[in-house]
């Protein structure tokens, strides 16, 4: 079947502006991560849905980000008031809900704030 | 808490020799571990993980990876390089949650 998909692939955006990423995870996964991976930091853990609980937001690294789930399907990842140091590729993953399950990850956007 | 480290952020060998990459965690639980593989301008594909049982566990590409709990390590190798094994490789652990802790990846060249 159809892996994890994410639009835009590319984005550039001016500072200050609003942008949205979007994420189609794997048809009957429940868990869906956002990861970032820049040059700076590696890659790094953003947020985390898992079915009808509270997201784990602990890796949000300012509340200019923030991410929603919608239907337990498509999530976006949206970043309000772009800063140059958010330029980076932000990756999607889903996986079934146990421990250990693989991630299956999406071909990312990247992002660049000019 | 957990992290991840690997040693060697480029690695180089030559074609047809011993691929190791190595990788050392910390996890306050017994931790699931993984190698992940990223091309360029592609996403993270896995090439074998470790949850429970065999300690010595066979991924895609002809890749083995050793679990040491003595060691703390989770080093990769593959037997022979080829030229498509040029890539980055990421280890990563999941403690007690699912989230994913990265290494910071190593870059592996083959010399023709």
């Known amino acids: 079947g159809a892996g994890v998909s994410q639009s835009p692939s590319n984005k550039v955006t001016e500072k200050g502006k609003d942008v949205e990423l979007r994420c189609d995870p794997i048809s009957g996964h429940t868990a869906l991560y956002w990861y970032r991976q820049s040059l700076g930091q590696g890659l790094e853990f953003l947020i985390y849905?898992?079915?009808?609980?509270?997201?784990?937001k602990s890796g949000l690294p300012s509340d200019r980000f923030s991410a929603e789930r919608t239907g337990g399907s498509v999530s976006t990842l949206t970043i309000q008031r772009t800063q140059q140091e958010d330029s980076a590729v932000y990756l999607c993953?889903?996986?079934?809900?146990?421990?250990?399950?693989?991630?299956?990850f999406g071909p990312g956007t990247r992002l660049l704030v000019l | 808490a957990q992290s991840v480290t690997q040693l060697g952020s480029h690695v180089s060998v030559s074609e047809g020799a011993l691929v190791l990459l190595r990788c050392n965690y910390s996890s306050s639980v017994p931790p699931y571990l993984f190698w992940y593989v990223q091309y360029p301008n592609q996403g993270l594909q896995l090439l074998l993980k470790?949850?429970?049982?065999?300690?010595l566990v066979k991924g895609i590409n002809g890749f083995e990876a050793e679990f040491k709990k003595s060691e703390t390590s989770f080093h990769l190798t593959k037997p022979s390089a080829h030229m498509s094994d040029a890539a980055e490789y990421f280890c990563a652990v999941s403690g007690v949650n699912e989230k994913l802790t990265f290494g910071t990846g190593t870059r592996l060249t083959i010399i023709p």
């Open positions: 849905f898992q079915g009808n609980s509270a997201p784990d």
């Open positions: 993953a889903s996986s079934s809900s146990a421990r250990g399950e693989t991630q299956y």
């Open positions: 470790y949850t429970t049982g065999a300690t």
